[in-house]
């Protein structure tokens, strides 16, 4: 036990060193030592005090909450059957405890005792609002209600944490176990080169000959961009809009998943003296009710449905007279929409890729936020879970260390799609001990043939920035408590801000000019394909936003006004795209089968916030556009208000104390080329 990596939690964790065979014992021995800190805190000779309940009790249940995310982060990035026997032997015992500890009754007065007393209202204000908020977590996790009702929600988050475990592993190997191998690169005419070299790749690493074509996205997008077998765009597509469906493998459907998850938060909103599950879900949100966001959200789409029209218009416009394609199908709306930007812009997102070398693009970035917010990167050494993962520390003008963070860029087999951050350690000072923050941040970029630079598309550029602005929310806090430090305490519908905030800076040109350099000549992109960029930046951004404007709106009014025990959530999404979608989609479309988001990611009636964090960013990078894009003076005054502020205040207070008034949504409209000239 004394060499369990799991339970070496003071310094960085040594990832090469963790196996399954060490998860149950440190796991075990953390839950056991968080109950025992649990019963001292609760005990009656222990007084009602922020520090002898909440810091103590804090610094337990960190350390559980530490070893149990680095498990579930190595089941998102190395997945294994070995692993995830004993991940998911483990999840109803971590579960069950913290659902115990948010309805602990004595935990619950001690913390009312807490802000009855005469010390609360001379308490420092972020403490204060802990306090607050925990008192709200313990409502709603049910802690106020009678032992019986109390009971059966724990049951209940119980049975929806291994429901949403089972829907990712269904979704993850749903996409792994399709495949298409082509003995010849005829039927691929019109793909890239890298693309054909990593399909070859693909299909050696299996054992195989020919071209191997997968269903994960750097393998999927590129055949729908570039194939001009259009048999073959049909086939992959319908393969992959159906997956973990009743039209694949039985065994992974995640149909019957989905519709106990529906019907298990409806009953735990009831429970809980809400009228559905978006109520719920909103508690903890800037928006105040499901009715709001919904006319937030038509109101968009009124905005944007026009542009949408004409976007879908001209498109079928184009592969009719263009491409010979009458009718046009789900399957060709990649492919027309390049053919259609490259002749409308004269360029191909091949062509902007060459441009976009992985190392200029980091050293980029890395100068850009240095000169932003006063602060310096620099690669570091740890220990890592796979060889291409890099590790980095950022310090302060005077070398002092602040935080540091792993990025892991490249998609494999055994990790799950998409892109994201999270925190490895949280920011806090105990007995006079800074703990500095640390992140790990994933992407799922192509990875480059043995020889071959590294290189990025735009829209994986944009991916980039957007989860580094994640992680520089997380890690340049400077809040000392760790329960509101970094994204801690941030409502939910806020925490995209910073992120969809950076991906504004890809298209400035001062920043363009520091992040890109050609892999063959060491060229910085040309001011003239910048320029067609820009002309194409809003290209089907009326088709964007409905798309977007579609899954939030469907996941809202899944959770607020659908019944789970009568209705059919395919009729729901069908009646929803009758109102939002333009583009075709075909019966059989399963989207909401891998819609990990709201079903197994934690944006359950909170998709929206996507939209409303890009009202924020758009208008909070307007203030940037006023006084130069990459501005000190405006990047301290974001340090200072926004990132460093975590959870310590709401996001409002943090965001009119940056831009002097409340937001807008007249920038993000200007910005995607829906506004009046």
Known sequence: ???????????????????????????????????????????????????????????????????????????????????????????????????????????????????????????????????????????????????????????LEERLSTLSQKFSENLLDATNAWEKVLPDATRLEGIPSDTLALYQASAAQKGKTGYRITLQFPSYLPLMQYARDRRLREEVYRAFTTRASELGPVQFDNTPVIREILKLRKKEAGLLGFGNYAELSLATKMADTPQQVIRFLRDLNEKSRPYALRDIEELRSFAKESLGIANLEPWDIAYASEKLRQAKYDYSDEEVKHYFTQDAVFSGLFKMVEKLYGIHIREDKASVWDPDVRFFRIEDSRGQLLAQFYFDLYARASKRGGAWMDGDRTRRLYKGRLETPIAYQVCNFTKPAAGRPATMTHDEVQTLFHEFGHGLHHMLTRVDEAAVSGISGVEWDAVEMPSQFMENFCWDW?????????????????????????????????????????????????????????????????????????????????????????????????????????????????????????????????????????????????????????????????????ADK
Not at 46 to 68: G, H
Not at 73 to 89: C, I
Not at 129 to 140: G, Q, Y
Not at 628 to 646: A, M, N, Q, T
Request: net charge negative.
């Open 1 to 155: 036990m004394e060499k369990n990596p799991l339970l070496q939690l003071d310094g960085l964790l040594d990832w090469k060193a963790i196996t399954p065979e060490h998860v149950k014992p440190a796991i075990t021995q953390l839950l056991h030592e968080a109950e025992g800190t649990l019963a001292q805190v609760t005990s009656e000779d222990t007084p009602a005090d922020f520090d002898a309940v909440e810091e103590t009790l804090l610094t337990s249940t960190l350390r559980l909450s530490r070893a149990w995310g680095a498990v579930g982060h190595l089941m998102s990035v190395n997945d294994s059957e070995a692993l995830r026997k004993v991940f998911n032997e483990m999840l109803p015992v971590v579960t069950n405890f913290w659902v115990s500890l948010s309805q602990n009754e004595k935990l619950f007065e001690k913390f009312k005792a807490i802000r009855d007393s005469e010390a609360f209202a001379s308490m420092p204000p972020v403490r204060r609002k802990i306090v607050n908020d925990e008192l709200r977590d313990f409502r709603l996790a049910g802690a106020a209600l009678p032992p019986g009702k109390r009971l059966e929600v724990k049951a």
């Open 510 to 674: 001062s920043v363009i000019q520091s992040i890109s350099r050609h892999d063959v000549t060491g060229q910085p992109l040309p001011r003239a394909l910048f320029d067609k960029m820009i002309a194409a930046k809003n290209f089907e951004s009326g088709m964007a936003m409905v798309r977007q404007l579609e899954f939030a709106l469907f996941d809202m009014l899944l959770h607020s006004e659908f019944d789970p025990e009568k209705d059919d959530f395919m009729q729901l999404l069908e009646k929803v795209r009758r109102e939002v979608c333009v583009i075709p989609v075909i019966p059989e479309n399963r989207f909401p089968m891998s819609f990990s988001h709201i079903f197994a990611g934690g944006y359950a009636a909170g998709y929206y916030s996507y939209k409303w964090a890009e009202v924020l960013s758009a208008d909070a990078f307007s203030m940037f556009e006023e006084h130069g894009v990459v501005s000190p003076e405006i990047g301290r005054r974001w340090l200072d208000e926004v990132l460093s502020r975590g959870g310590s205040r709401p996001a409002m207070e943090s965001f009119i104390a940056f831009r002097g008034r409340r937001p807008t949504p007249d920038a993000l409209l200007r910005l995607s080329g829906m």
